[in-house]
């Protein structure tokens, strides 16, 4: 309505440039203060780059441990993402497709591992990694088994949160009824539309693997974190090195999930936004087709 203040509720622009400021502070200082560390010498006052071109360098072996410990949990990353697609997302849709009532049950079980401490997980995860082993063996890339369940708070919120964005009755109704069958119906209508959801779940997953320790630590395990820990007490600053790398990695991560969610959206939005340009009865038939 012209002539009219419209009220516009949430933080000014000045407000938002402090916010951002302050969260940027908190998210930089620590990592600036990681890389102050990892270029120090032993004259105060004085930085070199030595140490990261010995760790990347090749000339050495004496991080091949942690290497080895990187090589595991991207495995583990990517298994523990496969086991969250292929088990939790049918799920969630089967369950707001035909179980609705299941609904909070199925919330409660996902959200029970946030609250189990990791230690607590571990002992009831012992005697069944005891049988995990006889089947599959004992490489690392079992520990995606647990990891599946350690992460699923988190994929959980993630695709939930675009589940109740997205009317999926409706959609899976409308193919139905224009002869798609439900393999069709779930690959071709409902996880194109899910793609928000599914992306924050992988890059959340991915971030919760390359930083989980204490399950691989007492299932003796070998990861990026408790490889760290090992070369840590030989050499504190090729592992605030690899800390460092992998914390960039998880936060680069996230901001491109994010960048290009938003870009889909707003190309969504572009699509589907109507030509003022035309008079009402062309837009309505514009649309139409």
Known sequence: MSGQTQLRLGPGPVVRTVIWVVLGAFFLIPLLSMLEFTLRTAKPGVYSFD???????GGTTRYDRVYQGLGNSLVLAVVTVAIV????????VLVELRFAKLRRLLEAVCLL???????????????????VTQIFGSGTWTLAFAYGITVLPYAYRAIQSNVAAVDMITLSEAARSLGAGWRTV?????????RRGILAASALSIAVVLG???????????????SLLLVSQSDPFVAVIFALLALVF???????V???????RRTRDRRVAPDHSLPPDHRLLKGSS
């Open 212 to 226: 989980e320790f204490t399950i691989a630590s007492l299932l003796s395990r070998v990861n990026l974190q408790t």
């Open 258 to 264: 994010d960048r290009v969610v938003s870009a889909r």
């Open 250 to 256: 998880a936060f680069v991560l996230l901001v491109v």
């Open 186 to 194: 779930f690959w071709r209508v409902l996880v194109p539309n899910l």
């Open 51 to 57: 140490r990261w071109i010995a760790v990347f360098g």
């Open 85 to 92: 697609l292929l088990v939790l997302l049918p799920t969630i």
């Open 113 to 131: 591992p946030i609250m189990i401490p990791a230690i607590v997980m571990v002992v009831g995860l012992a005697p069944t990694y005891a049988v």
